[in-house]
């Protein structure tokens, strides 16, 4: 059984660019989460998907944004790139929606702005 | 207060002995809790759940859950110097899709 599948591994961005993340859950995995980790933050939830729906949101700007499409995969979009948004971008698939029997992570896409 | 608490250590343990990690969480209603291990570079592997109140085995881990007090702890028996790593706690509450972290506590194993 396929992982949890993210592109690119790593990103290297200009200040003001924008980036686009990818993500494959699980196979039969209906629900996507993605989550920013850095060193001072820890892990910090920006959105989960459940069948194309985005159903819960963290606390990050609007130039985050997601989709979910119909075979499950999500992408992530960040617009108007800053030094601060520099991170370890997580992609997370749980069969359940509410990530009730656990997540499944990706291994992650690093993304640095210079 | 955060919604979930975790100790960031390092916590150190020699090789052998019962490694202890705890968490605490703010919301009664919380229902589920999680075990990740994260190494450093990687990204966090679940490696325990608990959903009631008690302990829960799987092979050296130990989950503990105390709702009434609103802590979950991790026993690792046995520790190992290949457990040396950050252990996350999650906690997440029915119906609300809401899936909280914590920092995580660093675990350095010494050999």
């Known amino acids: 059984k396929a992982g949890v599948t993210q592109t690119p591994r790593y990103l290297i961005k200009t200040r003001g660019q924008q980036v686009t993340l990818s993500c494959s859950p699980i196979?039969?995995?209906?629900?996507v989460s993605w989550y920013q980790q850095t060193p001072g933050q820890g892990l910090q939830f920006l959105f989960e998907?459940?069948?194309?729906?985005?159903?819960n949101k963290g606390n990050f700007p609007g130039r985050f944004s997601g989709r979910q499409f119909s075979n499950s995969r999500s992408e992530m979009n960040v617009s108007t790139l800053e030094l601060g948004d520099s991170a370890l971008y997580l992609c997370a698939s749980s069969s359940e929606g509410q990530g009730h029997y656990g997540y499944t992570f990706g291994s992650g896409t690093r993304l640095t702005v210079v | 207060q955060k919604e979930v608490e975790q100790n960031s250590g390092p916590l150190s343990v020699p090789e052998g002995a019962i490694a202890s990690l705890n968490c605490t969480y703010s919301d009664r209603v919380s229902q589920s809790f999680f075990w990740y291990r994260q190494y450093s570079g990687k990204s966090p592997e679940l490696i325990m759940s608990?959903?009631?109140?008690g302990d829960k085995e799987d092979g050296r881990f130990t989950a503990q859950l105390n709702k009434a007090s609103q802590y979950v702890s991790l026993l690792i028996r046995d520790s190992q110097p290949s457990d040396s790593a950050t252990y996350l706690c999650a906690v997440t509450t029915s119906g609300t899709y809401k899936y909280i972290f914590g920092t995580g506590t660093r675990l350095k194993v010494l050999a």
């Open positions: 196979s039969g995995h209906r629900s």
């Open positions: 608990i959903y009631s109140n």
């Open positions: 998907y459940f069948s194309e729906t985005q159903r």
